[in-house]
């Protein structure tokens, strides 16, 4: 019965260090999506956090299993999870951009995407004063962008309701 209990549990983290980690995994790429989600771009605010949180989740998992692992034999990498979440996210934001004309539409969101799984892979390292930091740098990036990056939208948005990247 207390192997159940143990399960139920992070190992070598404090219940505040997982929290910390994916509250901040939440909350940064929200900000980036919500973003998105008020200027009406192919992206809403959910994939953003849905994607964060599962890297960051991965990365907590594959630290708590390495640290956890009583089996010396046994090799786990947690930069193979990384690998893999920032490549198959890269899939998801490839999903986010077309072509109109003479144009390509959704690269910023498909790059914001792809940032926020790299947001939620560095919480989950628990670096989460970096995560910080590189939300900030996009979301003020994309803020700041708007007036330039509009002006390439051949319809302004108003055939589709969307405006381009």
């Known amino acids: 019965m207390t192997e159940l209990f143990a399960s139920l549990r992070p190992d070598t983290m404090t219940w505040l260090d997982v929290a910390l980690r994916v509250g901040m995994a939440a909350l940064l790429p929200f900000l980036i999506g919500l973003e998105r989600f008020l200027r009406r771009k192919p992206i809403d605010f959910r994939p953003f956090v849905i994607i964060s949180l599962a890297a960051c989740g991965l990365l907590i998992g594959s630290i708590e299993l390495l640290q956890s692992q009583s089996d010396k034999q046994a090799q786990i990498d947690p930069t193979r999870v990384i690998e893999g979440v920032i490549t198959g996210i890269g899939f998801i934001g490839a999903g986010a951009m077309f072509r109109r004309g ?4 959704g690269a ?55 405006q381009s990247d």
Do not use: K, N, Y
């Not at 003479?102 to 539409?105: E, K, P, S």
């Not at 790059?111 to 970096?130: K, S, T, Y």
């Not at 590189?134 to 390439?152: N, Q």
């Open 102 to 105: 003479d144009f390509v539409q």
């Open 108 to 162: 910023g969101s498909a790059a914001a995407i792809w940032c926020a799984g790299a947001i939620g892979v560095i919480c989950g390292m628990g670096e989460v004063w970096l995560a910080a930091i590189v939300a900030g740098g996009v979301l003020l990036l994309l803020i700041a962008s708007a007036p330039f990056t509009e002006r390439w939208d051949p319809d302004g948005g108003e055939a589709t309701g969307e």
